[in-house]
């Protein structure tokens, strides 16, 4: 049983979940996260709605059943009065809790986010309310205070994706107000100076015919790539278990680094699993160490099949591309995609034939990648069950 505190609260309440015909429904994850809470969801129905009262959805613990408070008044005979009162107070206050959720922002995979705002009832202060923000680790933490921050973050956080876990971070704040006042809140007066509170971390297992289908893919000389909103090395892991990259073959990571006014970005590249190599770097908007190495070998990879590539020859994954790939696979995610289409063409035409792993992409991108695709010849399928897999 979790305690009492800010991060139960938001599992509670930071999610988009809600009855249909009874039944709980929405995205898969905030649902286990929800159901791993124990606590119960309650919303206003047609016949609850008033016209001078405001209805709102309820999240509470689940009531005790009748044994439990028999089982406490034979506690209450045996022990001593004294601490055992103030422990059944505690109790019965925790039991009673409930948490309106006034108002919500949806998920936004720009933002990379979501949160709402809570009260606390019963609340001696009207005026207190809650925010909870839940969303992509990186944005959480740009989002509060510096001194909330761990010092192992990012270590941490490196050491969660790359087993393949699904890492989700939270954070929260209180404000004072009128009710009316915080309805008419914009999204970024909410999701800012946050208290880091923690991490969440899900795991999200492949179907059991995932493996057979990608190796039948890959046996028909299919070329398959991830396109993924999820965390780089989360991808990376998933790819290796899906069997999308193989055990002996090498991930270079492109990173770029923040753009100067005077010149364009820098880009660095990460061979994972060498030596020296400090996941943690990937999340620093800072760290750079071009190799140039390695960088030359992307440009001059296969460069004819490349350019027959571009001249829409519409020739074959394996014409295109097998041979570079029993070597190494590229993989980016949705901020250095942009950098590279933008500043690096060269290197662009290389990640459309070379890249396996698309992480933190946008609806918009993993569209804008599919048509790049299309357009260098490829004939591109694409399967999804997200609605923002379509367009």
Same mark, same amino acid.
């Not at 209805?55 to 008044?73: C, G, M, S």
């Given at each position: ?62 009531? +005790?059943? +009748? ?17 055992? =009162? ?5 109790? #019965? ?9 006034? +108002? ?14 809570? *009260? $606390? ?5 009207? *005026? ?7 969303? =992509?680790? &990186?944005?959480? $933490? ?12 990012? #270590? ?21 107000? =009128? ?6 809140? &914009?999204?970024? /007066? ?64 492109? $990173? ?7 010149? %364009? ?6 061979? !994972? ?13 800072? /760290? ?20 027959? /590539? @571009? ?8 014409? !295109?591309?097998?041979?570079? %790939? ?19 063409? &060269?290197?662009? &035409? $290389?990640? @459309? ?5 698309? /992480? %933190? ?31």
């Amino acid at each position: 049983e979790l305690p009492h505190n800010p991060l139960l609260f938001a599992m509670a309440t930071c999610h988009s979940l809600t009855r249909i015909n009874g039944v709980l429904s929405g995205d898969p994850l905030d649902l286990k996260m929800f159901l791993s809470t124990g606590w119960e969801l309650e919303e206003p129905g047609e016949d609850d709605t008033r016209y001078d009262t405001i209805q709102l959805p309820l999240v509470h613990p689940p009531k +005790k059943e +009748k044994e439990d408070v028999i089982d406490n008044e034979y506690y209450k005979r045996c022990h001593s009065p004294w601490e055992p =009162a103030k422990e059944r107070k505690e109790e #019965e206050e925790e039991e009673g809790v409930q948490l309106g959720i006034l +108002k919500q922002f949806t998920f936004s995979s720009e933002l990379q986010c979501m949160s709402v705002l809570v *009260r $606390k009832l019963p609340s001696e202060d009207s *005026r207190l309310m809650h925010v909870f923000v839940k969303g =992509a680790p &990186e944005k959480i $933490k740009q989002l509060s205070h510096t001194d909330s921050i761990p010092d192992d973050f990012y #270590e941490v956080l490196a050491s969660l994706t790359q087993k393949g876990y699904r890492v989700l971070a939270i954070g929260y704040k209180q404000i004072r107000m =009128a009710w009316h006042h915080a309805e008419r809140l &914009e999204r970024d /007066a909410v999701e800012c100076d946050l208290t880091f509170c923690g991490l969440l971390v899900l795991e999200n297992k492949l179907k059991p015919q995932t493996f057979s289908t990608i190796q039948e893919l890959q046996m028909a000389s299919i070329r398959t790539v991830m396109i993924t909103g999820d965390n780089l090395l989360t991808a990376v892991a998933v790819s290796v278990t899906s069997g999308m990259v193989a055990s002996h073959h090498r991930v270079i990571v492109i $990173k770029s680094s923040n753009q100067s006014s005077n010149s %364009r970005p820098s880009l660095s590249y990460h061979v !994972l699993g060498s030596e020296g190599f400090n996941q943690s770097l990937l999340y620093s908007n800072t /760290a750079s160490v071009t190799v140039g190495e390695v960088h030359d070998k992307i440009l001059n990879v296969n460069r004819p099949s490349i350019n027959r /590539a @571009l001249n829409r020859n519409g020739l074959s994954y394996q014409a !295109l591309d097998i041979e570079h %790939r029993e070597y190494f696979h590229l993989a980016v995610d949705g901020h250095t995609f942009a950098v590279v289409k933008e500043h690096y063409p &060269e290197v662009f &035409e $290389k990640l @459309l034939v070379c890249g396996t792993i698309f /992480a %933190r992409m946008s609806p918009i991108q993993k569209s804008e990648l599919v048509t790049e695709l299309m357009g260098i010849g490829y004939g591109v399928a694409m399967c999804g069950d997200g609605a923002n897999d379509c367009g």
